[in-house]
């Protein structure tokens, strides 16, 4: 039987949920916050970037809010966590791996619900991103830290060309289910390659605090 596509987005959503709120609990963990931080980081971590998006595209009230299926998955992920941690925490790369397939649910998911609201195929796409990686951003923000995204290996890129996939795709005329696996699987490649293999967008190599050792170094020099 061929799923609606408000019913296929919503179990990507769902899965997606569930994914990223198990990384916000491992991050809160590693923070030592206590339960109830847990489980408000895995809410933050498996929704905000949903909430984003629907926010954007006038579907209110967001998804995550109208039911309680995305906090029930939330505080279940944010529960396995705190009591299985060490568990987890051994299966790290399995758990980059998990996320990564997050991230394609995100991206699929957030493009196909921008499509369907309307939405220009390239703001579709930017929007399918944002979906992917807004909770890790929101969960780094939380915690004082920088974003992920900012700093990781191939993660918004990897979320856009997957939200580009799905959006040549659809306008290709072709259903929803090709382009959202091929997108999927191009968004899990490249996250498996980028940890297994450290790959990265350039980086600037010189910078106002890399400018100041120097500099301070010199100083001292004349200084003797």
């Known amino acids: ?35 109830f931080g847990i489980l ?24 995550a809010l109208a039911t309680g299926h995305y906090l029930l998955a939330s505080v279940l992920a944010g529960l396995i966590t705190f009591v299985f941690y060490a568990g987890v925490d051994r299966l790290r790369t399995p758990v980059l791996m998990f996320d990564a397939v997050g991230l394609a649910f995100f991206a699929v998911a957030g493009t196909e619900k921008a499509l369907a609201f309307g939405l220009d195929p390239v703001m579709a ?50 259903g929803y289910g090709i382009p959202a696996l091929a997108g999927g699987a191009l968004c899990i490649g490249l996250r498996y390659m980028a940890i297994r293999h450290g790959w990265h967008l350039p980086i600037a190599h010189l910078s106002a605090r890399g400018r100041a050792t120097p500099d301070a170094a010199k100083d001292g020099d004349q200084d003797l």
């Open 40 to 63: 408000v980081l895995s809410f933050v971590a498996g929704n905000a970037g949903g909430i984003t998006r629907d926010v954007l595209i006038g579907a209110v009230p967001p998804a």
């Open 125 to 174: 796409a930017l929007l399918g991103m944002v979906t992917g990686i807004g909770g890790g951003m929101m969960r780094d923000v939380l915690l004082t830290e920088i974003p992920q995204v900012l700093r990781s290996d191939l993660y918004a890129v990897a979320a856009l060309a997957c939200a580009s996939i799905v959006v040549i795709g659809r306008m290709m005329g072709i």
């Open 1 to 35: 039987m061929m799923l609606t596509t408000q019913t296929f987005v919503q179990i990507l959503d769902l899965g997606g949920t569930f994914v990223f709120a198990i990384s916000g609990a491992v991050a809160a963990v590693n923070r030592r916050l206590d339960l």
